[in-house]
């Protein structure tokens, strides 16, 4: 690998997207800094407005003081372990204190999820109280008394499971309950969520007293059980307890934001919108989003999907593709995928940018913005993936480094990719637009990815204009493998437009072949497929690399008459090397060329091109053609070549600025230098020389 293609492919990715990035971060912190709310939370809050101006006839909540604790106290100590790890999980285990609401809301969703299964189980020992009430979540808030309440109609608990489920950290009942069902045989879809036995304990981050009152659905008696987090608990008889569990916090002083409606209704947007039961807050329905990447593809309209992508992306345009994809294997997926119809911004395009499709598992967030669960070139995609199958920490924030998760992202990957493909031949004109505005995010892809295969994929997605195909007709790399005569490469030729593709000294030769060329016109076409390398077998060639390396040109033996001589070729060379010392490599006579006197080629001339934007301005004109190593290829049968050979004895002085003169428009020609308006010096100079001689 020569210096030049080390260099450039070490530089390019940084440079790729750098003044993107460099834009985007100024935009952010303005944006950040003047609204101080994300979209999901703006929304959160206009659809909290807009509950209100409900009538009041939708006002519902069971939420009624009417517990009260009686009879003789009872104390207890957590164990010796649960102390030990109350603080780490009161303190450490969640990073931000807002979800100790989705923990309880959790809680509460298990609650109505093991009521509704035993409620419908045919065991008719089991004597379950009022089968028929309703199954909801209601929260309350009240910033004079700062407390937060939330109160379920679930399955509640007795003193024994007070003990055992709140006595005991990571003692999960939901986990319990599953294994039992299992061992039952009842297995299938469930939707508990609980499986660590810790979130509870979340609440003191928050409250620096708790009081639960719960009433199980197979008791008569309720319960009041008290505990301030610091290492005991209380249990006392209680009475006027409804059905469920009922759980009090008494804020601290500084979280008294969670005594305010609309702080907890955009945390209920955030984290629990999706879950199955319905949850009031103060007597308003605050989940009133469906989840709709659970439900069968074709029940969902285009009303319904717009509605759905403006709440999760916090946008206002449309979606441009949507991809709503369920399977089972190899991993249980609901995706519900959009693609934006608005073009990427210069915040979008910064690579700081999170991901924006968000994770759930049972319709529970895990994660807001999820980067690895598809890959950073995708950050433009919208929308929700739900997996049962996910490996998650004790906090439920994060995703356990495995194999599963590297598979999911396979999987994700692989499908947006097919799905592309299927639209790109469904509608070549409309995915044209789609690959106007976000083909760079895919050209970032293949320069930014180290995995062959995975690169591959995303190649199947880039467009092309061809030499063999009218002006504007755009194909894939697999569009020309299927058209490929002989041989296993895929020919490419960089330059600003078609004619000048068309017209290029490179060119000519492959066009009197009739071989098919791609022509890349973006400034980093070309850079994505050197980077590329091959694609389905097929190596990636440049035109001007085909040429360095074609020995076959630089066989002499068959020139004509029109030509210079082997023995003048082999003087001018010298000659040519002499006086272009410090710049060329060597200098060489071509049969590959045919109109054009000369150009110059090296050894990767994507690599070179890419070296000269971002690094040869700071480097001396010697090291330049050090690093570049330039070959300058001559055409023994043109009028101006063979002039040249000839004005070298008649008319030295002359001759040596023709040649220089020649070099330099090569360089230019070949897309190497910097500033073509160097040029101008030495071409008044040769100009002048020639004009004396008239």
């Not at 957590?78 to 303190?91: K, P, S, W």
């Not at 028929?132 to 109160?151: C, G, V, Y």
């Not at 999960?172 to 039952?184: N, R």
């Not at 760079?440 to 892809?445: D, L, M, N, Q, S």
Request: hydrophobic residues 35%; proline residues 3%.
């Amino acid at each position: 690998m020569s210096s030049v293609t080390r260099i450039a492919r070490l530089t390019s990715t940084r440079n790729f997207l750098k003044y993107a990035e460099n834009s985007a971060s100024r935009i952010r912190n303005y944006i950040c800094k003047e609204q101080g709310h994300t979209g999901l939370l703006i929304h959160a809050r206009f659809q909290h407005t807009e509950t209100q101006t409900n009538d009041k006839d939708d006002y519902h909540s069971i939420i009624k003081n009417t517990e009260k604790a009686i009879g003789e106290s009872s104390k207890h100590e957590f164990q010796a372990e649960t102390r030990m790890l109350l603080d780490i999980v009161a303190r450490s285990l969640y990073s931000e204190k807002e979800v100790f609401i989705r923990e309880l809301i959790s809680n509460a969703s298990d609650a109505l999820e093991k009521f509704k299964y035993i409620a419908l189980s045919e065991d008719e020992s089991q004597q379950i109280l009022d089968k028929d009430r309703s199954l909801e979540i209601h929260i309350s808030t009240d910033k004079n008394s700062r407390t937060f309440t939330i109160q379920d109609t679930g399955i509640g608990m007795t003193k024994d499971e007070l003990v055992q489920n709140l006595g005991i950290i990571a003692k999960s009942g939901s986990k319990a309950f599953i294994e039992q069902v299992k061992q039952q045989q009842a297995a299938g879809d469930n939707n508990i969520i609980g499986q660590f036995g810790v979130g509870f304990y979340s609440v003191f981050m928050v409250a620096d007293k708790v009081e639960v009152f719960t009433r199980s659905a197979k008791d008569e008696q309720g319960w009041k059980w008290t505990s301030d987090g610091t290492g005991n608990y209380e249990i006392q008889l209680a009475e006027g307890v409804s059905l469920g569990t009922k759980i009090i916090l008494h804020l601290k002083g500084d979280c008294r934001e969670f005594a305010d409606d609309e702080t907890i209704n955009a945390i209920i947007t955030k984290y629990s919108n999706f879950i199955g039961s319905p949850i009031y807050l103060n007597g308003k329905k605050a989940n009133i989003v469906q989840p709709l990447w659970l439900k069968d593809p074709k029940s969902v309209n285009t009303s319904q999907h717009i509605d759905f992508y403006k709440f999760i992306s916090g946008s206002y345009d449309v979606p441009r593709y949507i991809l709503h994809y369920k399977t089972d294997v190899p991993l249980s997926i609901a995706a519900l995928l959009y693609f934006p119809e608005g073009k990427p911004g210069l915040f979008e395009m910064s690579r700081e940018i999170e991901s924006g499709v968000a994770l759930y598992t049972k319709k529970v967030l895990i994660k807001n913005k999820t980067d690895n669960i598809l890959p950073k070139w995708l950050r433009f995609v919208k929308g929700v993936v739900d997996s049962e199958d996910i490996p998650l920490n004790l906090s439920r924030e994060l995703l356990q480094n495995s194999n599963l998760i590297r598979k999911l992202r396979d999987v994700l990957t692989g499908r947006v990719t097919k799905f592309l493909i299927d639209q790109l031949k469904k509608d070549q004109k409309e995915y044209e637009k789609f690959y106007q505005d976000y083909g760079i995010f895919i050209k970032e892809g293949i320069i930014t990815n180290h995995n062959q295969t995975e690169k591959e994929d995303a190649a199947k997605l880039l467009l092309f204009e061809s030499s063999h195909l009218e002006p504007g007709k755009k194909i894939t790399l697999s569009d020309y493998i299927t058209r490929a005569k002989e041989g296993r490469t895929i020919f490419y030729l960089a330059a600003p437009s078609r004619n000048l593709a068309e017209s290029s000294p490179y060119y000519e030769s492959l066009k009197k072949k009739q071989q098919e060329v791609l022509f890349c016109y973006e400034p980093y076409d070309e850079l994505v497929l050197m980077q590329l390398q091959q694609f389905q077998g097929y190596k990636l060639i440049s035109v001007e690399k085909d040429m360095r390396d074609d020995k076959a040109a630089n066989d002499l033996t068959n020139l004509g008459e029109d030509s210079l001589k082997r023995s003048e070729i082999n003087e001018l060379s010298d000659w040519l090397k002499e006086k272009l010392g410090g710049k060329v490599m060597s200098v060489n006579a071509t049969t590959r060329l045919e109109s054009h006197p000369c150009v110059v080629t090296v050894e990767e001339m994507a690599a070179a091109r890419h070296f000269i934007r971002t690094q040869s301005h700071s480097l001396p004109e010697d090291r330049r053609y050090a690093i570049l190593q330039p070959q300058f290829e001559i055409n023994p049968t043109h009028p101006i070549i063979k002039k040249m050979y000839k004005l070298k004895s008649s008319d030295p002085e002359l001759a040596e600025l023709l040649a220089k003169q020649l070099f330099a428009n090569s360089m230019v020609g070949a897309g190497l230098v910097e500033d073509p308006r160097v040029l101008l010096t030495s071409m008044n100079d040769l100009l002048a020389k020639a004009l004396d001689k008239h």
